[in-house]
């Protein structure tokens, strides 16, 4: 089970006593494979607590931080330029549970004076000049703020994931509309005369 949890403290990167007491008891509880943090806006640490399903610990990303907002170091903090996207392996094996096996991040920024654009630091860091309105200093600069608040009890991911096992099957939902996955619509439109 994956689970989404809201708290903290807003702009303040170390989490609270009282996201830590949360996570712990989570963990303790056995019933939880990884736990996605959200509200301070600036990334928080990553880590890896003791227990967790069948023992075998529970990843926490305390906070996510940004990834689409209109915040930077104009407004608030400097960290609030920036976020993590998380990749989670899920393994599900034939016969019993999913469970999840790996745990990664991917620094991300808003280049928000440059049209509100979202990267991926590592696709863009060796770009000469930067990209957008963020020159190759500044990426570098945070870069550096959300591998210091990230930690390092997880593997940064640096290059997309390759898709893995059979393709997805799109299945409809009892009482939807069926259409095939290749069928396209047509908008419509109405008018009324007064």
Not at 24 to 44: E, M, N, R, T
Not at 47 to 59: E, I, P, Q, S, T
Not at 88 to 94: C, E, F, I, R
Request: net charge neutral; charged share 15%; glycine share 12%.
């Amino acid at each position: 089970m994956i689970a989404s949890i809201h708290d903290g403290t807003e702009y303040v990167t170390a989490p609270t006593t009282d996201q830590q007491k949360v996570m712990k008891a989570l963990a303790k509880s056995g019933q939880i494979d990884a736990v996605i943090g959200a509200h301070a806006h600036v990334p928080q640490p990553v880590a890896k607590l003791a227990g967790g399903v069948g023992g075998r610990g529970m990843w926490v990303a305390y906070g996510v931080g940004n990834m689409i907002s209109n915040q930077d170091s104009d407004c608030c903090v400097a960290q609030t330029d920036s976020g993590l996207l998380i990749t989670l392996t899920v393994t599900a094996p034939g016969h019993g549970g999913a469970k999840v096996t790996g745990f990664e991040w991917t620094p991300l920024t808003v280049d928000r004076t440059g049209g509100h654009r979202v990267y991926a630091i590592p696709d863009v860091l060796n770009r000469k000049g930067g990209v957008g309105d963020l020159s190759h200093a500044e990426l570098a600069a945070r870069l550096f703020r959300v591998k210091e608040a990230v930690g390092t009890a997880a593997t940064e991911r640096t290059a997309p994931t390759a898709p893995t096992g059979p393709p997805p099957v799109v299945v409809a939902h009892p009482g939807s509309p069926t259409k095939s996955p290749t069928s396209t619509s047509t908008p419509t439109s109405t008018s009324t005369s007064p």
